[in-house]
Structure formats: structure tokens, C-alpha cells
């Protein structure tokens, strides 16, 4: 990449988009494919550059080696560069973020939270000076401030027109349901809709997310709220998991038309949806297991806490009103949940349609998975039908024997340079949601049966909407092997108040599993395994 800032680059498998968690270590062709068609090869940029970031339309964030997603930081870190920023400028900003992670590369899961400079916030004065202890100057200091502080206006103004194209997408898929018969072009429309109206305003609307976040912890850092303020102000937003909980009660038909489409691994074809899996994912608990139905929190900023927060407005000439940053903090959050919920529907639609178009032509519906979704697209303008079937069995054999090899193969979460492929031990800073303890036995979920008894701590590989179905149960507190402090599930329990232990590590969580009692204490940061500190 010639025309990227610094020569050298480094890998992480949870940075910026998440692969590990959003697909997993070994993600199966399909969902490897879609992920990338849909986000990592060409959407994660435009939405970038829409909020005032450098232009790398051309570059695809994510790699694969032996078949394990990476992200590749190079270009990310590229990305995080204002566009209006200096060159000299940006490329010792590289530098610095590229430096920075090569000797914390514990960070690779909360990367903009301890590495680059996105977004102007209350303490960011304050933060951005540790760069003079890097070679940068007061002057190039407060270039970079001015460059932030026009991205976070840019952001402010986004939260409108980002939901009027998910708003657009729900039309369209209404519309594309009554498309006839052709699976193919079905396929290929939900693929392109759901680019266009779904996960381009939801990466907007993540960011957005991401600046609330960020602002909120300003807000802490400066002491103008308390951590008390900041989960109580986060538990007040109400997301798609507080309506599954109050609709759970419904009618089962009435229940599946609104969230028979989520599944856990969004992105796997092979795993059932709420509609085909109800009787295992919401078998009826028996009354000594029902959910508590958590009380519903208000969050109101005190009067002096307002007059701080307008007096900061006004300094730094921010032209939004209070009540304008109230409601982006609250509705972003809010809104990146919704526009995740909204644009899955596209791929459980592209799923249906897939298995359609298999048992149309002979294919066996378990080897989808097996199959890159290019394959599937390149058709849509190719009529060569006597040889599209044979091709596809005879790619779906190669993938398999491709599959197969590499899932032999154990990669680490970071690669630093070659000497990381031969030595796997990794460090991981967990990720604490909250301040309350959970002890109890553990569960890992790693298979889905009717009747488990959820009324423990629940253990979980990779998360993503689809289990949310974790919270209709009475469950003691969770703990995720990968995902960051903004990730799904921290937002998740955040919001109902649950202990939770997000992105622990391959090597902690493998031996948290193997536990049959854990304790969790947010407030300390520890995890207790059979009475020892880990």
C-alpha cells in the first residue's frame, strides 16, 4: 500500500470492527465473506470519510491469515487521521499510534479508548499532551484540536440522516419480500440494500455511539458526574433488549414477527433464528427462574452539572444547544442498537433465500456455509446456468478442504512480526461493566438446548443481537471471551444492571470455563475462580 502513512503494519483480530467477536476465530466462508462484503471491504471507509476522517475508500480493513480475520492496523489508524490534517502532522500521528500499540498490544480490544485521538471531548485537552512527550509541538497540538473538534461537530449533526436511511431500508425490505421468485436477484438486492441503508448509517451511528461514550467518560474525568451518574444514565436508555424482555410476554406469533429474525452468529447460516429455534432459545421457565423485570431508571443532569456542561458548549464554541447533547448522548446509543436490529433482517432474508435456492437446485442447505457469497453475486449477471451448479459444489468442496486445514491451525489475537506465530501467550485488560458482584456457577453456552437452567453466570464465545435471548432468563452475570467496553453486549448490560466481564482473553476464559464457581466483583476488577484471585 503505497500510498498509506508508515511502512509498517500490525494485526489484531478485536480492533475497530471486531472480527472475534462479531465471527469468531474460524468463521466459516460465508460468514467470513458477508462480513467483508458488507462492512470490512469498502463500507467501513465511506462512512469514515463521511465524519471527517482521512479517505481510504480503496483499502479493505480486514486480512485473513489461515483463516482467521484480522484487522490490519496500518490502515486503521489511517483511517482515524482528520482529513484536513497537515501530512507531516498525520504521519507522526501514525507513528505514535503504531509505536504506542507495539508496546501495549493489550490494548488491540479498546483501541480508541487508550490509543488514538477520534473525537473532541471535555478532558481531550488535557489527554492529547501526552504527545509532547513524542515529539509533537504545542502548535501541532492545536492543529489536531481544531481537526477533532470539527469531526465532532460533523458527528452531532449525523443522527438524522443516518436513521432516514434505516428508516428507507424497512420499505425496501417489505418491497423485496414480494420480488418473486428469483433467488438470485433477491440475494443480490438484499446484499446491496442492506450496504447502502443498513450498515452504512449503522457504522455511522456506532460512531456516533462511540463519541457518547467517550463524552460520558469525559464527563467522569473532569468529576462533573459520578460512575453512579454514568450507570444510572445508561441503564435510562432503552434498547432493543428492554423491548425483547417486555415483549417476551406476547403472543409467540406476535413475538416471532418482530425478532424471529435474530440469531446468535448473526452472520451463520447455519445457526437457527428465534423463529426456527424458539422451543430451545425461549423454552417457558418455570416461575422460580422468570426474569425480574429490571424497574425502569430515569437519569436527569443536576442543575450544576448543566450549567458545567453549557459553560464547556460555549467555551469551545460548539454551535448545539443542552438539550441538543443530551439528546445525542441518549439517542445515539439508543439508535446503533436499533439500525444493528434492523439491518439483520437483510441477512436473515439473504439466509432464507439461499436455502430456497439450494433446495431448488439440489444443494444441500448444512454446506451454505461452506460457500463464499462473491459466488453467489458473480450470478446475478451470469446466465451460464448448465455450469453455475457444478461450480458451486465443486467450490463449496474446496472451502470445506480449506476450512478444515486452517481450523487446524491456532493463530494468535495479535500479530506483532513472525515470531508471534510460534509464541501464543497472550495478555488481555478486561473489560468490567458496572460496579455490582455476581457469584455462582458458571455455564459456558457454547451449544443451545431446551430446559438449561440459566441461573448462573453465563460464558459466552462471541456476542452479537442474537443473544439477546440470554436476557429473558433470570442470569447471575456474563462473561464474553471477546468484545470491548462499547461492544454489544457491555451496552447490553450496562442497560440492565448485569455484572458483566467483557473480552477476558482466549487463555482467561478457557480458564473460567473449566471453573465450576465463579465470582465477579466490577467495582475491585477481579475474577475469583474456586476461591483464588485470577
Given at each position: 500500500?503505497?500510498?498509506?502513512?508508515?511502512?509498517?503494519?500490525?494485526y489484531?483480530?478485536?480492533?475497530?470492527?471486531?472480527?472475534?467477536?462479531?465471527?469468531?476465530?474460524?468463521?466459516?466462508?460465508l460468514?467470513?465473506?458477508?462480513?467483508?462484503?458488507?462492512?470490512?471491504?469498502?463500507?467501513w471507509?465511506?462512512s469514515r470519510?463521511?465524519y471527517?476522517?482521512?479517505?481510504?475508500?480503496?483499502?479493505?480493513?480486514m486480512?485473513?491469515?489461515?483463516?482467521?480475520?484480522?484487522?490490519?492496523l496500518?490502515?486503521d489508524?489511517?483511517?482515524?487521521?482528520?482529513k484536513d490534517?497537515?501530512?507531516?502532522?498525520?504521519?507522526?500521528?501514525?507513528?505514535y499510534?503504531?509505536?504506542?500499540?507495539?508496546?501495549?498490544?493489550?490494548?488491540?480490544?479498546?483501541?480508541?479508548?487508550?490509543?488514538?485521538?477520534?473525537?473532541y471531548?471535555?478532558?481531550?485537552?488535557?489527554?492529547?499532551?501526552v504527545?509532547?512527550?513524542?515529539?509533537?509541538?504545542?502548535?501541532?497540538?492545536?492543529?489536531?484540536?481544531?481537526?477533532?473538534?470539527?469531526?465532532?461537530?460533523i458527528?452531532?449533526g449525523?443522527?438524522?440522516?443516518?436513521?432516514n436511511?434505516?428508516?428507507k431500508l424497512?420499505?425496501?425490505?417489505?418491497k423485496?419480500k414480494?420480488?418473486?421468485?428469483?433467488y438470485?436477484?433477491?440475494?443480490?438486492?438484499?446484499?446491496?440494500?442492506?450496504?447502502?441503508?443498513?450498515?452504512?448509517?449503522?457504522?455511522?451511528?456506532?460512531?456516533?455511539?462511540f463519541?457518547?461514550?467517550?463524552?460520558?467518560?469525559?464527563?467522569?474525568?473532569?468529576?462533573?458526574?459520578?460512575?453512579?451518574?454514568?450507570?444510572?444514565?445508561?441503564?435510562?436508555?432503552?434498547?432493543?433488549?428492554?423491548q425483547?424482555?417486555?415483549?417476551?410476554?406476547?403472543?409467540?406469533?406476535?413475538?416471532?414477527?418482530?425478532?424471529?429474525?435474530l440469531?446468535?452468529?448473526t452472520?451463520?447460516?447455519?445457526?437457527?433464528?428465534?423463529?426456527?429455534?424458539?422451543?430451545?432459545?425461549?423454552?417457558?421457565?418455570?416461575?422460580?427462574?422468570?426474569?425480574?423485570?429490571?424497574?425502569?431508571y430515569?437519569f436527569?443532569?443536576?442543575?450544576?452539572?448543566?450549567?458545567?456542561?453549557?459553560?464547556f458548549?460555549?467555551?469551545?464554541?460548539?454551535?448545539?444547544?443542552?438539550?441538543q447533547?443530551?439528546?445525542?448522548?441518549?439517542?445515539?446509543?439508543?439508535?446503533?442498537?436499533?439500525?444493528?436490529?434492523?439491518?439483520?433482517?437483510?441477512?436473515?432474508?439473504?439466509?432464507?433465500?439461499?436455502?430456497?435456492f439450494?433446495?431448488?437446485?439440489?444443494?444441500?442447505?448444512?454446506?451454505?456455509t461452506?460457500?463464499?457469497?462473491?459466488?453467489?453475486?458473480?450470478?446475478?449477471?451470469?446466465?451460464?446456468?448448465?455450469?453455475?451448479?457444478?461450480?458451486?459444489?465443486?467450490?463449496?468442496?474446496?472451502?470445506k478442504?480449506?476450512?478444515?486445514?486452517?481450523?487446524?491451525?491456532?493463530m494468535?489475537e495479535?500479530?506483532?512480526?513472525?515470531?508471534?506465530?510460534?509464541?501464543?501467550k497472550?495478555?488481555?485488560?478486561?473489560?468490567?461493566?458496572?460496579?455490582?458482584?455476581?457469584?455462582?456457577?458458571?455455564?459456558?453456552?457454547?451449544?443451545?438446548?431446551?430446559?438449561?437452567?440459566?441461573?448462573?453466570?453465563?460464558?459466552?464465545?462471541?456476542?452479537d443481537?442474537?443473544?439477546?435471548?440470554?436476557f429473558t432468563?433470570?442470569?447471575?452475570?456474563?462473561?464474553?471471551?471477546?468484545?470491548?467496553?462499547?461492544?454489544?453486549?457491555?451496552?447490553?448490560?450496562?442497560?440492565?444492571?448485569?455484572?458483566?466481564?467483557?473480552g477476558?482473553?482466549?487463555?482467561?476464559?478457557?480458564?473460567?470455563?473449566k471453573?465450576?464457581?465463579?465470582?465477579?466483583?466490577?467495582?475491585?476488577?477481579?475474577i475469583?475462580?474456586?476461591?483464588?484471585?485470577?
Open positions: 500500500n503505497y500510498n498509506l502513512l508508515r511502512k509498517e503494519s500490525f489484531s483480530v478485536m480492533s475497530d470492527w471486531n472480527p472475534a467477536e462479531m465471527i469468531g476465530l474460524k468463521p466459516k466462508p460468514a467470513l465473506s458477508l462480513y467483508k462484503e458488507l462492512i470490512t471491504n469498502k463500507v471507509a465511506q470519510f463521511e471527517g476522517y482521512k479517505d481510504l475508500r480503496s483499502h479493505q480493513l486480512n485473513t491469515f489461515l483463516g482467521t480475520p484480522y484487522i490490519d496500518r490502515v489508524f489511517n483511517s482515524w487521521i482528520p490534517l497537515p501530512h507531516n502532522i498525520s504521519k507522526k500521528l501514525v507513528n499510534y503504531l509505536k504506542i500499540f507495539k508496546n501495549n498490544k493489550e490494548f488491540h480490544d479498546k483501541i480508541e479508548f487508550k490509543i488514538i485521538f477520534s473525537c471531548t471535555l478532558d481531550t485537552k488535557k489527554k492529547i499532551k504527545l509532547l512527550k513524542h515529539g509533537f509541538t504545542k502548535k501541532e497540538l492545536a492543529v489536531i484540536i481544531s481537526s477533532l473538534k470539527k469531526i465532532t461537530r458527528t452531532f449525523k443522527l438524522s440522516s443516518e436513521i436511511l434505516i428508516n424497512i420499505d425496501r425490505q417489505k423485496i414480494k420480488f418473486g421468485d428469483d438470485i436477484a433477491k440475494i443480490y438486492w438484499l446484499i446491496e440494500d442492506c450496504k447502502k441503508f443498513g450498515t452504512l448509517p449503522f457504522s455511522g451511528l456506532a460512531r456516533c455511539g463519541v457518547s461514550v467517550e463524552i460520558l467518560d469525559s464527563l467522569l474525568n473532569k468529576k462533573i458526574i459520578t460512575l453512579r451518574d454514568k450507570e444510572n444514565f445508561m441503564k435510562s436508555i432503552e434498547t432493543i433488549t428492554s425483547i424482555q417486555k415483549d417476551y410476554s406476547k403472543e409467540k406469533k406476535v413475538f416471532l414477527s418482530k425478532y424471529g429474525h440469531r446468535p452468529n452472520y451463520e447460516i447455519n445457526s437457527l433464528n428465534y423463529k426456527d429455534g424458539y422451543d430451545i432459545y425461549f423454552k417457558k421457565q418455570s416461575h422460580k427462574n422468570k426474569i425480574i423485570r429490571n424497574k425502569k430515569s436527569k443532569f443536576s442543575t450544576n452539572q448543566v450549567k458545567k456542561i453549557k459553560s458548549l460555549k467555551n469551545e464554541k460548539f454551535n448545539f444547544t443542552f438539550d447533547f443530551e439528546y445525542f448522548l441518549k439517542k445515539s446509543i439508543q439508535l446503533r442498537e436499533y439500525s444493528k436490529f434492523i439491518f439483520t433482517k437483510n441477512i436473515d432474508l439473504l439466509f432464507n433465500n439461499l436455502k430456497l439450494a433446495k431448488k437446485f439440489g444443494l444441500k442447505e448444512t454446506d451454505l461452506y460457500l463464499k457469497i462473491s459466488k453467489i453475486l458473480d450470478m446475478n449477471y451470469n446466465y451460464t446456468t448448465f455450469k453455475n451448479i457444478p461450480d458451486l459444489k465443486k467450490d463449496i468442496l474446496n472451502n478442504i480449506e476450512y478444515d486445514y486452517n481450523n487446524l491451525l491456532k494468535p495479535v500479530l506483532l512480526g513472525k515470531k508471534d506465530l510460534f509464541f501464543n497472550e495478555k488481555s485488560n478486561s473489560n468490567f461493566i458496572g460496579t455490582s458482584t455476581a457469584f455462582g456457577k458458571t455455564m459456558y453456552l457454547n451449544k443451545f438446548k431446551p430446559n438449561i437452567n440459566y441461573n448462573r453466570i453465563v460464558c459466552i464465545n462471541n456476542a443481537p442474537g443473544f439477546d435471548f440470554i432468563k433470570k442470569i447471575s452475570g456474563l462473561i464474553t471471551k471477546f468484545g470491548g467496553v462499547n461492544s454489544h453486549m457491555a451496552i447490553r448490560c450496562a442497560e440492565l444492571g448485569i455484572p458483566a466481564v467483557i477476558v482473553g482466549e487463555n482467561l476464559f478457557n480458564q473460567i470455563i471453573s465450576p464457581l465463579a465470582t465477579i466483583d466490577c467495582q475491585r476488577k477481579n475469583i475462580l474456586n476461591g483464588k484471585y485470577i
